[in-house]
């Protein structure tokens, strides 16, 4: 259970607030692992074997490492402006977003916006969709489409761990499903 928590800590650290542990971020989103690890230790006790195995089972694959796993990234979710080297691809036809359905009214009238975070977050399946939208109370799915999207000039990247992300997307390529 430990693990758990401590992953949601590094997610806020390396997303959101890298200077609550006195560590910084490269331009690229990068943070040295021994910084991170020795920031962690002030909350638990945490060490390199912990970090490896924390990033290998993160059902999410939130975090990557650089080759010689001295350094350690976000893949994306960042409210920081940091460039995580996205590389522009062109997404299925068709999109997905979950979210609850608190904010359906909002999405109805501006469409998808990042708000805090960098870019918007799409899946390319229907079931994930659904996961990510249970997190919010009860899921309402958007059906995006990103054809048309493509089409009309928007940008896509996809990140290492299969998130699709976007800068925005306005309501009229939006399709509410439930």
């Known amino acids: 259970m430990q693990d758990i928590e401590v992953s949601r800590y590094i997610s806020f650290i390396l997303r959101h607030r890298p200077q609550d542990i006195g560590i910084s971020l490269d331009e690229h989103g990068w943070a040295n692992v021994d910084e991170l690890i020795k920031g962690i230790n002030n909350r638990w006790s945490f060490n390199m074997e912990d970090l490896e195995r924390i990033v290998r089972n993160d059902d999410k694959q939130r975090y990557s490492f650089n080759q ?32 609850g359905k608190k904010y359906v009214e909002s999405i109805d009238q501006e469409g998808l916006i990042p708000k805090t975070r960098l870019y918007v977050h799409l899946s390319s399946d229907y079931d994930t969709a659904i996961k990510v939208g249970k997190r919010h109370g009860e899921p ?16 896509f990247f996809l990140s290492v761990n299969g998130v699709w992300l976007t800068k925005r997307v306005p309501a009229l390529y939006l399709e509410k499903i439930i």
């Open 68 to 99: 010689d796993k001295t350094l350690i990234r976000a893949n994306q979710g960042h409210s920081i402006p940091v460039d995580v080297e996205l590389e522009k691809k062109n997404p299925p036809e068709i999109l997905w977003h979950g979210t």
């Open 140 to 155: 309402v799915i958007y059906k995006v489409d990103t054809k048309r999207m493509t089409e009309d000039g928007y940008e």
